[in-house]
C-alpha cells in the first residue's frame, strides 16, 4: 500500500499547498480551505492569519478543474476497460456528476482490456489538456505517465491498483465479497463449487479466485483442477467450461461466477440443464432480481466507487491530498434464490 | 431530409475532392479511390490519368484521421446522452472498432439528455481537436456546429435527426418498428393496448408514439387519453403509469413500451400483477430471454447504428461522402413470450 508523500514533491515542485499555509499560520487544513473557498465559520483573526500565509507563501489556489481559463473548459478523463460492460455504466456516471459539480467535463475512451490501448488512450487525453485522469487498468505498469502526474495531471485508479507507481486506488473488495459467496454456497451444503473467472492476469479475477480458494480451504474442502476455469468472458470460452462441470460422474453442484460477463453464460446454461444448480456471481445485473429463481450476487457499487475515485481527483487539484491512499470498498451479498439452492444430489 | 450538396463546398472551401478528380481523369470515383489508397485493380494508363489530375487539380488526399500528425493521434469524439443506458454499450464500441481500424482513438461524453451540455461537450471535443464527432442529440438546434463543420470536422448524428443544419443522420425505422409492435399485440387480440414512452421532445419518443397510433388506427381502435403516458423514464414515473393503466374497469390488457429504460419498470410492475397482461418493448434487453415469460420485443441494432455512423464519419473524412443522407435501419420483432399472450378477458 503506497504511504510516502512523494507526490506532492513531484507534482507541484516548489509551489506552496494548503498545507504549507496551514503549517505557517498554525491552523488546521479545513480552515484554510474556508478561507480559500470564502465559507462562513472562521474569526476574523484566524482569517488575518491564513491570509498573511497565503501571500507570505504565495499561495495560489488550484482552480484548474473549476473554471473556464483562457476560454478552456476544464475537464477531466476516464478510460475504462470495455464500453459494453453494464458496470461502467454507474460508475462513468458517478463519476461524470462529481465532474460537473466541479465544473468540469468528463471524457471518456475505452482501453477494451489492451495495455498498449490503455497508454495510447490515457496520454491522447493528456495531451488534450485534461485536468486529471480516471483509469481502470488494463496493463501492468503505468510510469508511462509519470511525466503527465509531475506536470500536474492528477491520477487515480479504479477497480485495480496501479503498477510500478504510487497512486491512489479505489476498488471493491474483490477477496472478500468472493470468500463470502463462496461461504454462502458452503452454508447452504454445497462442496462441489466450480468458479469461473476473467483472465487471471487481471487483477480483480486473481483476487476474487484467491477468495474462493480461502473459503474453500476455510470449510476444508480441497479444491480439484477441474473445479476452476479461468480465461475470456466470451460466451464461446464460458459455456463449454460451464458445461464441463456440470458433466461426468461427480459434476458440480453449485458455480460461482468471477463476474457480471461470466453470469449472463452460465446462467443461459443453467437454464437449460434438466437439475438444480446453486449459483452466485460477482456483480449484479440489471432484472436479475426477476428470474426464476432470483440470481444471488455479490454486489460492488459502481456508482460509490465512481464517486469516491473523482472526489479523491478533485481533491488532488485542489492540493488537499498528498498521500496516495488505497480505498477499499465493501460488497454486498444479495440472496435472491440461486444461491440458496441445496445440492441437488 | 436533406438533400443538398451545400456540405462539400462549406467544409473544403476551394479545396479539390476525390470527385473532382474523378471528373477530371473521366473515370469513377471508386478508381480513384484505389489510386489514392494503393489498391489494385486499375490499369497504368488509368492509374497515370488519375495521378495527372490529382497533379493538376492539387488534391490532397485527407489523412487527418489516419495518422500520426505532428506527434498528435487522430480521435473522433462521441457524445451520447446517457452513460448509463445499456443501449449506448454496444453502440459506442461498434463505433469504437471502426475508429480503431481507421487508426484513430474514440473520446466520449454524456450529455445527460440537456440540449447546453450537448453543446458544451461538442464544442469541447472539437476545441480538444478531434477529427469528426458522431452526436446523439439532446437539443434541436445545431447550427452551433456550422464553424466546426467549415473547419472541416466531420460530423454525423444518431438515434435522432440534426436540427436546423445539414447533416448525416443513422437512426432506426421507430416509426415502423412501434407500429410493428403494437400491431403485433393487436394480431393477438388486444384492443385496450396501452403506450408508455419517454419525454416527447425526444424525437425517437415521439416516433414511436407516432407508430402506436398508427397501429391503432389502422385496426379501427380509438385511442383514450388514459392508455398513453409520456415522460422521463425515471421508475417513479413510470410505475403509477403502468399501474394507473392496469385499474379501473376497464384496464389495458398489453402494454407497449417505449424504451428499455420504460420496459425494466414495466416488467417489474407486470411480475406483481396477479393477472396476465401482455408485453411488448421498444430495445432488447440482457437477459430478456430469460424471464418467464420471455419478454418479446422490438430490438434495434445498435451495434450496425454505431458502425455505419462511424463508417460515414471517417467516409467525409476521406472527402467521399458530399451529400448528406438519412440511413434509416430497420428494427425487428423478437417473440419470446410476453407479447403473444392473449387478452386476460
Not at 516548489?14 to 484554510?32: E, F, I, Q, Y
Not at 464517486?307 to 460488497?331: K, W
Request: net charge negative.
Amino acid at each position: 500500500m503506497p504511504e510516502t508523500i512523494r507526490r506532492s514533491e513531484s507534482r507541484y515542485g516548489n509551489r506552496p499547498t494548503m498545507k504549507d499555509v496551514a503549517a505557517r499560520a498554525g491552523v488546521g487544513l479545513k480552515t484554510v480551505s474556508r478561507v480559500v473557498n470564502g465559507e462562513p465559520g472562521v474569526t476574523p483573526e484566524t482569517e488575518r492569519r491564513v491570509q498573511e500565509a497565503i501571500e507570505a507563501l504565495g499561495f495560489r489556489r488550484n482552480d484548474s478543474a473549476r473554471v473556464l481559463r483562457k476560454g478552456r473548459t476544464a475537464s477531466i478523463g476516464l478510460v475504462l476497460e470495455d464500453l459494453a460492460d453494464p458496470f461502467y455504466g454507474p460508475l462513468s456516471r458517478a463519476v461524470e456528476e462529481v465532474a460537473r459539480a466541479h465544473g468540469a467535463l468528463l471524457i471518456n475512451g475505452s482501453s477494451a482490456e489492451d495495455p498498449d490501448r490503455e497508454q495510447e488512450l490515457a496520454l491522447a487525453l493528456c495531451a488534450r489538456r485534461v485536468d486529471g485522469l480516471v483509469v481502470i487498468p488494463a496493463g501492468d505498469d503505468h510510469r508511462y505517465l509519470e511525466p503527465e502526474i509531475k506536470a500536474g495531471v492528477a491520477t487515480v485508479f479504479v477497480d485495480r491498483p496501479a503498477g510500478k507507481i504510487d497512486a491512489d486506488v479505489v476498488l471493491s473488495d474483490n477477496f472478500g465479497g468472493a470468500r463470502d459467496g463462496v461461504a454462502h454456497l458452503i452454508a447452504h451444503g454445497h462442496r462441489r463449487i466450480g468458479f469461473i473467472g476473467d483472465m487471471p492476469r487481471i487483477h480483480t479475477a486473481a483476487e476474487r479466485l484467491r477468495g474462493y480458494r480461502a473459503a474453500m480451504e476455510d470449510a476444508d474442502i480441497p479444491v480439484r483442477d477441474s473445479w476452476t476455469s479461468l480465461g475470456v468472458t466470451d460466451p464461446a470460452r464460458v459455456r463449454p467450461a460451464a458445461e464441463a462441470m456440470l458433466s461426468g460422474p461427480e459434476p458440480v453442484t453449485a458455480i460461482f461466477a468471477g463476474n457480471n460477463r461470466v453470469t449472463v453464460t452460465v446462467i443461459r446454461v443453467l437454464a437449460e440443464q434438466n437439475r438444480r444448480v446453486a449459483f452466485v456471481g460477482f456483480d449484479d445485473l440489471e432484472l436479475a432480481d426477476l428470474l426464476q429463481p432470483g440470481v444471488t450476487v455479490v454486489a460492488q457499487d459502481a456508482a460509490a466507487i465512481g464517486r469516491t475515485a473523482a472526489e479523491r481527483l478533485f481533491g488532488q487539484l485542489d492540493g488537499n491530498l498528498v498521500t496516495p491512499e488505497r480505498i477499499e470498498l465493501p460488497t454486498r451479498l444479495i440472496t435472491r434464490g440461486s444461491g440458496e439452492l441445496p445440492p441437488a444430489d
